[in-house]
């Protein structure tokens, strides 16, 4: 069933355009003067996964938007032609309908939907409509990928093992007696991941199914697990993946290398085996060449991914981005094989860009963005079109996604207008850049404020620090609902890019390599002075807060300073000690970003942890993380709240239910965390009168 707003949209689109001028013409003086609330997350929507008809007519995409009963988001299947008309759903309603696939000569659409409970493989023939249910899966697939002959679908699941224990003679339990249960055994390195609690025994492995039904067939085995993009070899007789078969793969968290796979009698035999990952193998049009990422693994806390083109057998490796210092992902073959699209982020923008064999880049006029709701990360998706241009969610300061395609010359045409009828009617932040210079080394410090709807630059207004997490990751000028609210109350709201941000090249991000937090906290600092001294900020009225990894450059901050009236510290760590042996990634964390075992480091871990500072902090300080948060545990919260109560810091401890380290993963959950860091804010927040409130 469709809730009353999707019923509104399916409205909007079949009229088109005509409605949002309609709509901002109609509009009410009171409703021109709203500004977005809390009640508004649960209106939000952006597109994604866009897949191209293969006869480049239209784009079927996933309309992702939240669900208020079930606190979830839901995923529709949505098609627009290339030109912007005939924006309809194919796949909607209550269920979910996500990852479709077009057979190779463009008849079928095969998803993945939880329509009958279980999410389960679907196929449906385009020209009619007819639909069949393709698996009976006790767990959910991924990574799609029809054969080129169209018989077969593979995909990736994960296969239950049986967990193990060594002891065997516990006593029988009486009918009707009440035990505690079996106690859980674990010994494996990988025994629990935020989002997933504690891990169940098995591996995920690559299985393939009759595209017109039937059973499916496990053809990877042993105890690793195997992933996609999944690639089918010209004959429609091997399978091209990638995975880690190593004996050690637990303690090797980055490494992967490609292989393949015989579906006849499951033999894997290795592309690639060299030391740094190799992965998300591609092959090009005529199967003849593969593409994919390798990193040259140095043990940096940041390391660019490159993109690499080889013969199918192996040989003749070639690197194509050279010339280029970033991270390059979601690579896509030309449809004439004679180059590749991929995205990259730059100066805090997710961005595309095309190369030739030869190693030519050629940038394309797209900014990628819109999917990160919360904060304003870089994010974004893409799909080639065969004719040369390219369809993608656009980026903007004021809208989640939307699709917009870009032709040849670098014209941009917008496809979808999903938010028009919540944003057209509100008063949303205004947001423009700020860069400082670093006072440390003079490094340019790229910044973006949001000044509150009828930003009066003679008026006084409080300022928010929102620091990004990562601590290797990018904010930028786009879309966040949470930095909208905060502006919606009247606030200034500043975030920024300081050194060990991605997106400046390798050495940029790598200056705090085994050195979080340090100098950061200065290149921050510098950014809150700039603003300063723009005129408009009240100097009593600064506060600041973030998440992650910008959770522990907050609670570091007000360890080395008191001009921030209060601050929240959201999901952070605290003693690098206790985290390293604590967090789901342990295997990774002591590895890329510690100089060694904690044991033989301590003071050096100490002397970057925020509780090393503690004694110094008069701050009143709110605690806020996720219950069920493995990444950064709740003990690291627990531990500052603590030291802070010993010290007769005014401090609150909020516990977010249901939420591990993503606490937006839940509309609910998103609204409570920025709900809870403006009260507290708020709570310290000087009158007109000058008075406390």
Known sequence: MLSTRHYKMLTKICIGSLFSALLINT????????????????????????????????VIYERRSMDIMSDRMRTNLWQVNLDGSEHRPLLSGKANYRSPRFSADGKRLAYVSSIEGENQLYVRWLDNGQTGRVTNLQ????????????????????????????????????QGAEWAGTASYIDSVSYRSDGGGYVKAGFSHIYVVPSEGGTARQITSGDFHHNGPINWTADSKQLLIDGDRHSDWELRPTETDLYLVNISDAKIT????????????????????????AIDDRKLASQNANLMVMDVNGQNSKLLTADLDRNVGNIQWAANGKGLYFSYADHGQQLLAKVDLQGKITPLNTKLGGQSLGRPYTSGDY???????????????????????????????KLTHLNEDLMATKQLAKVRSITVNSSIDERPIEAWLALPPEFDPEKKYPLILEIHGGPHAAYGPNFAMEIQLMAA???????????GSTSYGEEFANLIHHNYPSQDY???????????????????????????????????IIGKTKRFKAAVVAKPVINWMSFSLTADGYAYFTQYWM??????????????????????????????????????????????????????VDAALVKIK????????????????????????????????????
Do not use: C
Not at 388 to 409: E, K, M, Y
């Open 522 to 556: 200065n290149d921050l600092m510098d950014v809150v002075d700039g603003v300063v001294e723009e005129g408009y900020v009240n100097k009593q009225q600064l506060f600041v807060t973030g998440g992650s990894g910008g959770g522990t450059l907050t609670a570091w």
């Open 27 to 58: 509009a009410t003086a009171s409703d021109k003067n709203q500004t977005l609330d809390y009640k508004d997350v649960f209106e939000l929507e952006y597109a994604a996964s866009p897949r191209i008809s293969v006869d480049n007519n239209y």
């Open 489 to 499: 109350k009247g606030y200034v709201v500043v975030w920024a890019n300081p050194r």
């Open 270 to 293: 290795a592309v690639t085996n060299r030391q740094g990952p190799d992965f998300n193998p591609l092959l090009s049009p005529n199967r003849k060449k593969i593409a994919y990422l």
């Open 595 to 648: 100089p060694g075992m904690p044991w033989d480091n301590n003071e050096h871990l100490w002397q970057h942890s925020p509780l090393s500072l503690v004694g110094n902090v008069t701050t009143p300080t709110m605690l806020l993380t996720g219950e069920q948060d493995y990444r950064t545990p709740m003990s690291e919260t627990e531990q500052y709240y603590q030291a802070l109560k010993l010290q007769k």
């Open 139 to 174: 767990n959910s697939p991924s990574a799609l990928a029809w054969s080129p002959d169209g018989k077969w679908l593979a995909f990736a699941m994960f296969k239950p093992g049986k967990s193990s224990s060594l002891f065997t003679q516990m006593p029988k339990q009486p």
């Open 658 to 693: 249901k939420s591990g380290h993503g606490i937006a993963n839940r509309p609910s959950n998103l609204i409570q965390k920025v709900g809870n860091i403006l009260a507290w804010f708020e709570k310290y927040r000087e009158t007109n009168d000058g008075q406390t409130n």
């Open 383 to 413: 799909r080639a079109v065969g004719d040369g241009r390219v369809v993608f969610t656009q980026a903007s300061t004021n809208r989640p996604a939307d699709l917009a395609i870009v032709n040849s010359q670098g014209k941009v045409i």
